[in-house]
């Protein structure tokens, strides 16, 4: 067992929560081994980034503990992470970054929605010129030439009504989104070395829809470190989890440290605290015993950034010199 800086950070990944993480990273670290603990639905890819990379930054590497929803920008910094830990209801999503919608208050695109239409336009557009220019040759008996002619106009003059409405601006703004969270997935896998040689692509355009479940078993297709919290470890994420499932909405992270010592290597074992985070009345502190096997239990609700309501109860403090909330 050995002191861990525990970071807990619950609500959309935002430049606030990133101020908030650099505030405790600049009280200095208590330990050399550092576990981010993080519940979000997603949000701000630099603000991820720059999450990451801060604490890359003051310690050799760090852990990532997901006890529910790590979605999106969350998925982001868990690459820059050196092993994962998941939960039989953790969930990470794909790295398709949102943009938002054209005239909308609200609401976001997939980075990845029109450049799949244009692909999938582009499939269709040749596979109804060859059915246009097999039947005009050999069903009606018209040369190739008269027959490309005529199918050429057939196809044009069914695709260009919906080609037309594309934007080029539009589209070069979803594919420089892409290569936003391709670049800084890069950036941050390289210093984790945790991610396959396939993982990052597959990540940023091989899944089907923005809110697909990555669960622990998926997560070993794309990472080669993941492994299942078991003993204290896994009722830390329970009561984690417990605490966080209000907040996990809000705009407005909160963020806070706790300093335990942990055996992340092999079987955790029950903590000893080393600092003035000790586990109190409300604090973050084991209530329930972990879920056992390895079937994934089937969320009910999906986490969305942009949609989220007043911010409940905030992730209960341990220290108020490690605290950092954003709820007056």
């Known amino acids: ?28 670290k208590k330990a050399d081994a550092a576990l981010l603990v993080l519940a979000t639905p997603g949000g701000d890819p630099h603000a991820g980034f720059r999450i990451a990379r801060a604490i890359q930054h003051v310690y050799e590497g760090f ?36 943009v938002k919608k054209n005239d909308e208050v609200v609401g976001r695109n997939s980075g990845l929605d029109i450049i799949q239409a244009v692909n999938y336009l582009q499939n269709q557009t040749l596979i109804a010129f060859q059915a246009y220019l097999v039947g005009l040759t050999q069903d009606v008996g018209l040369s190739t030439k008269v027959a490309s002619d005529i199918s050429s106009r057939l196809t044009t ?44 692509q597959k990540l940023v355009n091989g899944y089907p829809s923005h809110g697909f479940v990555i669960d622990r078993k998926e997560a070993k297709t794309l990472f080669l470190h993941v492994k299942k919290p078991i003993g204290f470890l896994a009722e830390f994420s329970q009561a ?38 000790s586990p109190g009345p409300g604090s973050i502190a084991p209530s329930e015993p972990a879920v056992d096997g390895d079937s994934q239990a089937t969320p009910s609700d999906q ?3 942009e949609q989220s309501g007043e911010p409940a109860a905030t992730p209960p403090p341990t220290s108020a010199t490690d605290q950092h909330q954003s709820i007056p």
């Open 1 to 28: 067992m050995k002191p861990v800086d525990i970071y807990v950070y619950a609500g959309a990944i935002s430049v606030d929560g990133y101020e908030k993480v650099c505030e405790l990273l600049r009280e200095g």
């Open 63 to 98: 852990d990532l503990l997901v006890p529910r929803y790590c979605k999106s920008a969350g998925t982001l910094v868990a690459l820059g992470a050196k092993t994962l830990f998941l939960d039989d209801m953790s969930e990470l999503g794909p790295l398709d970054i949102q």
């Open 157 to 200: 003059g069914l695709f260009e009504p919906i080609t037309a409405q594309i934007d080029p601006v539009r589209l070069a703004e979803m594919q420089r989104a892409t290569e936003v969270a391709y670049e800084y997935g890069s950036r941050l896998a390289e210093h984790g070395k945790n991610v396959r040689s396939d993982g990052l």
């Open 240 to 277: 984690v989890r417990d605490s966080t499932e209000n907040h996990i909405n809000a705009r407005q992270p909160a963020v806070q440290r706790l300093t335990l010592s942990l055996d992340l290597e092999g079987d955790a074992h029950e903590p000893q605290t080393t600092s003035d985070a």
């Open 303 to 305: 986490p969305h950034a």
